[in-house]
């Protein structure tokens, strides 16, 4: 027998923390899997998600998915409804403790590595000269909003997802609008720090493996941030989200989150239970079948399983 003495501190932790989180969460996909049909039912466990998330420490990209902002336009002037979507937001962050939240934007275009959209606004596209008008009295309209409720802090623009280089100009066009025409919103941008995208993003959000301390430091003089993600990537010897990989994984993750001083975590989706391409005449079951990449046979090369967070 070995003795042990345990000092135990009486403490709790804050009901919302530090280190910054967001993760993608598909209310569709919830009601779709519920069978959700009626306003009640869906409020009812809407409630539930977010208390979950909100037990776990963990803030959803958006809080408020049952009440969007509303705008319409009166010539050249955006007006705005804020009324659902601030009594939602309010409650988000006042209630259950979320510390970030994607702001959902109009205007800008977007896209990933794969697909781009072209910017429009109120039926103008870049190329028309009113688009430019437009855009300016948009963006300064939310952002005046945010700043009235205390929310600059906590959102975010994520409008490109994993650029390629032949993205990056079109990237730092969005971002440049942004910062011509609201620049107190924080610009996010899941890429690791490259020469060519600086002066867009102020918040940036690289895979773990692409974390580089020394970029960081010099970024952070700029006034720039750093959260960082993990997703079908990294492979060992990362911490990954894998269900063949230890639980451990995740919670070392947040240990060298904050060894490295990053402020924030950010994960795709957490429930991803369904793919299109797979199962295009039915509906996934993720516990028979764990989200993968049907388009490969070999498991240890592109199959993709992946453990959900919430």
């Avoid at 600059?152 to 390629?164: G, I, S």
């Avoid at 079951?285 to 989200?291: E, K, L, R, S």
């Amino acid at each position: 027998m070995v003795p042990i003495e345990l000092e135990v501190y009486g403490f709790s932790l804050p009901s919302r923390m530090s280190c910054s989180t967001a993760f993608g969460f598909s209310f569709d996909e919830v009601v779709r899997y519920h069978r959700l049909t009626n306003a009640q039912d869906k409020r009812r466990v809407l409630d539930l998600y977010l208390d979950n998330f909100a037990r776990h420490h963990i803030s959803p990209y958006n809080p408020a998915p049952l009440d969007p902002f509303g705008v319409s336009w009166n010539g050249s002037q955006p007006v705005f409804d804020w009324t659902a979507w601030d009594r939602a937001m309010q409650r988000a962050i006042d209630h259950y403790g979320f510390n970030s939240f994607r702001l959902p934007l109009a205007g800008l275009g977007g896209g990933d590595y794969a697909h781009r959209r072209q910017p429009t606004l109120n039926g103008a596209s870049e190329n028309d000269p009113r688009y430019e008008v437009f855009l300016q009295r948009y963006l300064q309209s939310i952002e005046a909003h945010l700043a009235d409720r205390g929310w600059l802090d906590e959102a975010f623009v994520y409008f490109f997802d994993e650029p390629q280089p032949q993205d990056y100009a079109f990237v730092n066009r969005g971002f440049a609008k942004l910062a011509r025409h609201a620049p107190t919103l924080r610009r996010m941008l899941t890429e690791q720090v490259e020469e060519a995208l600086l002066g867009g993003p102020t918040i940036w959000c690289p895979l773990t493996p692409h974390f580089d301390d020394k970029n960081a430091q010099s970024r952070r003089a700029a006034g720039e941030s750093f959260w960082w993600y993990i997703c079908t990537l990294p492979k060992e010897p990362y911490a990954g989200l894998f269900i063949d990989r230890p639980g451990l994984e995740l919670r070392t993750w947040l240990w060298q989150t904050w060894q490295h001083n990053v402020d924030g975590i950010l994960i795709w989706q957490s429930n991803y239970w369904h793919s299109e391409a797979a199962y295009a005449n039915g509906r996934q079951n993720p516990y028979q079948d764990p989200m993968r990449d049907r388009k490969s046979t070999r498991l240890n090369s592109s199959h993709q399983i992946i453990s959900y967070a919430v």
